[in-house]
């Protein structure tokens, strides 16, 4: 979609982003909160470096349950690290979330407004194939627990498409942001 391109943008303004991939990233090195519960479940995924994505990634094609498995350890460890996010941040007038699965998970009510960063279809496979480590079945996964990209756009406050180039991308981001600093004043 571009999330990570659209909150990057954002940092670049000055706003404090907390990003789920990267807490995920954190929870899953050797020593991460995640790695300690999954070695007890799943042995088989953890390395010495941490949780093998990729081989977290195969057991879960092999059986979905797992992914619920693996939510209902992760999921309660992304919250306290989003409320500590929240507490060290309360000053500021505006923060961002980078959220993959906001509606899926039932989040959006959490928060103030809800940005969705949409592309077609056909942009959103092409960027996910472009990444080494992701294969046709992979993006088929991702999408199977995805909700249909018009009903996000539908449940939205805002809406910043990323099918143009990532100048027009950044000026919308940046309209985006004096729009919600104007609200804020």
Same mark, same amino acid.
């Given at each position: 979609m571009g999330k990570t391109t659209v909150s990057n943008m954002f940092r670049d303004l000055g706003v404090q982003v907390w990003c789920a991939d990267n807490e995920v990233n954190e929870l899953y090195k050797i020593n991460g909160a995640a790695t300690k519960i999954l070695f007890k479940e799943y042995p088989s995924v953890v390395t010495k470096t941490g949780v093998d994505k990729k081989k977290l990634k195969n057991l879960i094609h092999k059986d979905n349950?797992?992914? @619920?498995? *693996?939510? /209902?350890?992760?999921?309660?460890?992304?919250?306290?690290? @989003?409320?500590?996010?929240? /507490?060290?941040? /309360?000053? %500021?007038? %505006?923060? *961002?979330?980078?959220?993959? %699965? %906001?509606?899926? @998970?039932?989040q959006e009510s959490n928060f103030d407004a809800v940005l969705v960063v949409t592309a077609s279809e056909l942009t959103q496979k092409k960027r996910v194939l472009s990444r080494k480590s992701i294969k046709e079945q992979d993006f088929q996964l991702i999408k199977r627990n995805q909700i249909n990209e018009q009903e996000k756009i539908k449940r939205a406050d805002f809406i910043i498409n990323t099918d143009k180039s990532l100048l027009e991308t950044k000026q919308d981001v940046l309209e985006l942001y004096q729009k919600i600093k104007g609200l804020l004043i």
């Open positions: 349950a797992i992914l @619920k498995k *693996v939510e /209902r350890i992760v999921h309660p460890l992304l919250e306290h690290s @989003k409320v500590d996010f929240i /507490r060290s941040n /309360r000053d %500021l007038p %505006l923060i *961002v979330f980078d959220i993959p %699965l %906001l509606f899926e @998970k039932q």
